[in-house]
Each structure stands twice: as structure tokens, then as C-alpha cells.
């Protein structure tokens, strides 16, 4: 009797999982051996979770090679002379180097200075204005933009579709050689993701690596004590608010910041706050680069704010700065900068 | 040894039906095909013709394009039932385009809903595909968020540079809030069953865009191209452009 039930919950148990089987193979099928490899995104310690969904781009390395080859790939504009890597220049921290306004397609000028890229997993809203809501559509922006890239989708997909090399690394990374929106700008947002800036000094000081000088050390106690770290929240040296610091609205440029996107008067003059990470090397300054050198922005909290109906109240009586402090503040900012990322080759040009 | 064998055969046979329902042969399926046709000036559309719009002003259009998506359909007794969420891109200019492939649950129905425009979490999440991708060039680039209408043209009467008039209406979030959902009365029921070829011929009136609500007049407000009043105005506007002209069952 012992064993028939035996025999009878063996052959349960087959029918059960011979039903289990046939139910799973109508959904998954198996993996195929050019499958793309996947890369797991790393959290620094003690960083939070991304924003960034990676569940609807899994990051491979296929995916973000092909990114790396579209980042630096000219034909993505209209004359093939304004690749993304024009405006953002790795050794700027993928700013533009010494230039105070990006400038594109022939000869025009934009009318912001290229922000760095660095922690965009990070990131929920792009641009200075912070207009762009999703990293993925962020470079359409700049793509089709008349006086940055100047292309249209269509011709840059005619273009890369035209060069087997291409056809190649699409297949490879998505599984299919069509040359699409989707595909590009998941493979831009793959190699931008890598764009972690996490090991700097101060990185290396927080986990216990390194030690701040004196004069590191009194700039870090004087950017609490000013209260800098109000809008320049660590980790990430922003708290990616839209804030008016007291600038002045330039004829010339007519830059009304955020209120361009919300149309709320309330947001007239408001720019994103930008992260101080690789402040030093990323100048010129402020969202329209007009503030050349790093002691000019702290003499403009010192001395040069404006006061407008939208002046944040943080800034809106000066942060009073000695030179002394000044130059502590600098010490400590030096330490922000962050030789591995704007030197690693694996975000070089390929 | 029973006892075992009828709990064998039990979750055998529920092991069968689960994977019978994932084939979803339950829900009697039916094709719905739905046509779209144009209108201004009480005459059929025709891009570059003279004409004039409510108010006398005149003007031409070049390109007359929008989204819809989230059809649902009205039972006799009220009941909406929601079909597979889809989008949509009919343009003037692409004559497949004004044709449109639907599955309905089979029954009677008197009313059909559409959305105009595109829900706000396809505004967010990043790129997307098909109808919906940006290459379609109903996009904006600086401020995310899709172009749910595009009416352009000229017109003497328009003050904006090269007499232009340039009506992009769209714009997902509070106050500018342009998405508009309709629901149109069908002059006789729908009867949906498997087999069928049911029909329904829908007419886009672009006078509508002008006077549907409140009054829209090239001579003060010849373009809107960006999320804002005007554009929420011109969608309200607009949302009274449909009618369902013929139910062929």
C-alpha cells in the first residue's frame, strides 16, 4: 500500500511538472549564446538607489559600447562636426572646456553653458531648466536642436543604418540591426549611466582612504557653516532644486531659467542647482558660464547678489566670505575633483 | 490509493485549464475597424485650398495631424468596457493612417470613448516606440512631452512671421493639463460578434478648433507651441471635433 502511494504521488508529481513545463515554454525560451552580457550598475556605498529605471534598459556591455561609439560619433549631427563629445569633453567632466557658451551648427551659439554629466542615474530632471523629465529623451534635445547638432532622427538613423559596423553593434546589443529612437537612445543612456563620479578625495576621505589637509578640512567645516550644503547636498553636491542665486537677467540672452518650462512667474530666474563635483574642472561657471573663475562665484555670493522678487532667501543677503575663507573653500572644492572618472579610459572616445 | 488518484486527476485538470486561459480562449474577441475622414469650410479636407474658418478669417492647411488612444466602448446599459490601451497617429497626409484595427469583447454598443492626446505616464517614461516615437516628429525636445494635435497653415489675416499659422497643442500636466477624453453617441448600435466586419466612420471637423467652445481667431491668436491656456483653450476647442457619421454593422 506504502508503495502504490509512493508510486502515486511520484506520478503526481510528474503530471504536475510535465503541465508546469508546457505552461513555461510558451513564455520563456532559452538563453541564446549571443545573448548581450549583463553589467550590474554599482551603487557607491552609502548612496542611494538611482532613479533611473534599469529594469527597462538592463545595462550590458554591448549596450554601452554602442553608447560609447554614439556619444562620440559625429554623424549624429547635421555637418559631422558636433558629436556630444563636442559640448561635453571628458577631461571638463563632460562639460565644455573653457568655453562659457556651448556653441553648434554653424557658428551659432547656444544660450547656456553644456552642463557636466557625471551621477545621472542619480538625476530625475535634465537641462538647466530642468525641461527634460527622462534620460532617455534627453538627447533628442541636442540632436535635432538648430544650433547645437542641427540633424533630424530620421537622417542620423539613415546615416548609422548605412554602416555595417553599426548594423552590427545594434544586433548585438538589442537583438536586432533596425536603427530606431528606442534602440539609440537606450545605448546613449547606457554608456551615460557609467558616468559615476565617485572617487574623488573627499569620496576617499568619507570611506576612510585618504585624510583632508588642513586647509581641505577647514574649507569642508566652512561649507557647513555657510550653509553651501543647503542646496549643495552631499553626496551628490546638489539638491537638484531650481533656485534664483541673485544673477542678473542678461539682455542679450533673455534667460528666464525655469519659468520657461512652467510659465509660473514664481520659477522667473530659476536654474537648476549644478552639482560642485569636478567644480574645478568644469569652469566657466554658472548657467551661462559668465563667472570665468571659481573665487569670482564666491566673491558674486560675497558681494554681487541681485535681489529680484525670486532671490532665494538663502542667498538673498550674500553669503559673507573673507579671503580667507575663500581660499579654504577652494582647498576644500580641489578635493571634489575626481582624476579616475576624467581619466577613465573605458568613457574615452573609443 | 483512490484518494490519490482523484487528487492526481483534480490538479491535473487545473494544471490544464490554467494553461488553456493563458491562451485566453474565455473572452469572445471580435475586429472593429474604425475610419477616419476630414473636414473644414463644410467641405472635405483638402490641404492647400482656400478657405476660411468660422469667423470668416481666411487661411490654408498644410499638415493636420493628432494622436488618439484608450478606445473604450459603451454597453446598452451603461457598462464601458475598456479596451487593450493603444495609440494612434492619423495625418491628413498619410491615407493609411485614417484606418484603424481594433479587438472588442463581442456585444451591443451605443456609445464609443477616445482620448485625444497621449495619458501623462507615457510623458515620462522615457522613449518610446511606434506611433509614439519621437521621430514621429510629435515631440517636444526642450520641455518633454508629446504633441497630441498639429493644425498648420497660412493665413493673411495671422500676424506671426511668414503669416503662419501654427496651432501644436499638448501639454500632460496641471494647469496646462490638453488631454481630452470624448465619448460619441453612435447613430445606431454597434453589434459586435465574432466573424463580423463591423465598421464605424468617424469625421474630424477642423472648424471646431476655432469656435467648438470659446473663440480661437488667427487675426489674435495665430500659434500656441507650447503646453499653456491657449493650448488647453484650442484642445477644449477641439474636443468637440468628432462625430460618428456611420455605423456599418
Not at chain 1, 62 to 91: M, T, W
Not at chain 2, 124 to 133: C, E, N, R, Y
Not at chain 2, 199 to 218: C, M, Q, T, Y
Request: charged fraction near 15%; glycine fraction near 8%; aromatic fraction near 10%.
Amino acid at each position: 500500500m506504502r508503495n502504490k502511494q509512493t508510486i502515486g504521488c511520484f506520478l503526481l508529481i510528474v503530471l504536475l511538472l510535465g503541465v508546469a513545463v508546457s505552461c513555461q515554454k510558451q513564455e520563456t525560451a532559452g538563453a541564446a549564446p549571443n545573448d548581450p552580457v549583463p553589467v550590474t550598475f554599482m551603487v557607491p556605498a552609502g548612496w542611494p538607489a538611482p532613479v533611473y529605471n534599469f529594469s527597462n534598459n538592463p545595462l550590458t556591455e554591448q549596450g554601452i559600447e554602442l553608447g560609447r561609439k554614439l556619444f562620440y560619433d559625429g554623424r549624429l549631427s547635421k555637418d559631422g562636426n558636433f558629436p556630444c563629445a563636442s559640448c561635453h569633453q571628458q577631461v571638463a567632466a563632460f562639460a565644455t572646456f573653457d568655453h562659457d557658451l556651448s556653441h553648434g551648427f554653424n557658428n551659432q551659439f547656444t544660450t547656456r553653458n553644456a552642463p557636466a554629466l557625471q551621477n545621472l542615474a542619480w538625476q530625475s530632471t535634465f537641462h538647466h531648466d530642468g525641461g527634460i523629465n527622462h534620460l532617455d529623451v534627453q538627447p533628442i534635445a541636442p540632436i535635432t536642436a538648430s544650433n547645437e547638432m542641427a540633424e533630424t532622427l530620421p537622417n542620423v538613423f539613415a546615416k548609422l543604418s548605412g554602416d555595417a559596423a553599426y548594423k552590427k553593434m545594434f544586433q548585438e546589443a538589442f537583438g536586432s540591426d533596425r536603427i530606431d529612437t528606442e534602440a539609440t537612445m537606450k545605448a546613449l543612456s547606457q554608456f551615460m549611466l557609467m558616468m559615476v563620479s565617485s572617487n574623488s578625495k573627499y569620496d576617499q576621505v568619507k570611506r576612510g582612504e585618504a585624510t583632508f589637509t588642513l586647509p581641505e578640512s577647514l574649507g569642508y567645516e566652512i561649507f557647513k557653516e555657510k550653509k553651501c550644503n543647503s542646496c549643495h547636498v552631499e553626496p551628490f553636491f546638489t539638491d537638484q532644486s531650481f533656485r534664483n542665486t541673485g544673477l542678473s537677467l542678461l539682455p542679450v540672452l533673455e534667460d528666464i531659467g525655469r519659468m520657461r518650462i512652467t510659465r509660473n512667474v514664481a520659477d522667473s530666474l530659476k536654474f537648476k542647482v549644478p552639482s560642485l563635483r569636478n567644480v574645478m574642472v568644469s569652469f566657466p561657471y554658472m548657467h551661462d558660464g559668465r563667472i570665468r573663475d571659481i573665487f569670482g562665484v564666491l566673491e558674486h555670493y560675497n558681494t554681487g547678489v541681485v535681489k529680484s522678487p525670486t532671490t532665494d532667501p538663502l542667498v538673498r543677503n550674500g553669503i559673507p566670505l573673507s579671503n580667507f575663507e575663500k581660499g579654504q573653500l577652494v582647498a576644500f572644492l580641489n578635493t571634489l575633483t575626481d582624476q579616475v572618472f576624467i581619466s577613465n579610459q573605458k568613457l574615452a572616445q573609443p | 490509493m483512490k484518494i490519490t488518484l482523484s487528487v492526481l486527476v483534480f490538479f491535473g485538470l487545473v494544471g490544464l485549464m490554467g494553461c488553456q486561459q493563458e491562451e485566453g480562449l474565455a473572452i469572445q474577441e471580435a475586429p472593429l475597424s474604425l475610419s477616419f475622414s476630414h473636414k473644414a469650410n463644410n467641405d472635405v479636407l483638402q490641404l492647400g485650398k482656400p478657405i476660411v474658418n468660422p469667423f470668416g478669417e481666411p487661411y490654408t492647411i498644410s499638415n493636420f495631424t493628432y494622436y488618439i488612444s484608450h478606445f473604450s466602448l459603451v454597453t446598452e446599459n451603461n457598462t464601458r468596457v475598456d479596451l487593450p490601451v493603444s495609440y494612434h497617429l492619423i495625418g491628413e497626409k498619410q491615407a493609411s493612417s485614417k484606418k484603424i484595427a481594433l479587438m472588442a469583447p463581442a456585444g451591443n454598443y451605443k456609445a464609443i470613448r477616445l482620448m485625444i492626446g497621449i495619458d501623462s505616464s507615457r510623458n515620462v517614461s522615457g522613449v518610446q516606440t511606434g506611433a509614439l516615437d519621437p521621430a514621429n516628429g510629435m515631440f517636444w525636445t526642450w520641455n518633454t512631452g508629446y504633441i497630441f494635435a498639429k493644425l498648420e497653415g497660412k493665413s493673411s489675416v495671422s500676424p506671426a512671421p511668414l503669416q503662419n499659422v501654427t496651432y501644436h497643442i499638448g501639454g500632460f500636466a496641471t494647469p496646462d493639463n490638453a488631454i481630452r477624453m470624448v465619448e460619441l453617441p453612435l447613430p445606431e448600435v454597434l453589434r459586435l460578434r465574432a466573424g463580423g466586419q463591423p465598421s464605424i466612420a468617424l469625421e474630424a471637423n477642423i472648424d471646431a478648433w476655432f469656435n467648438g467652445k470659446k473663440p480661437v481667431r488667427i487675426a489674435q491668436e495665430a500659434f500656441s507651441m507650447n503646453p499653456g491656456p491657449l493650448a488647453v483653450k484650442i484642445s477644449e476647442n477641439y474636443a468637440t471635433m468628432f462625430s460618428v457619421i456611420k455605423v456599418n454593422n
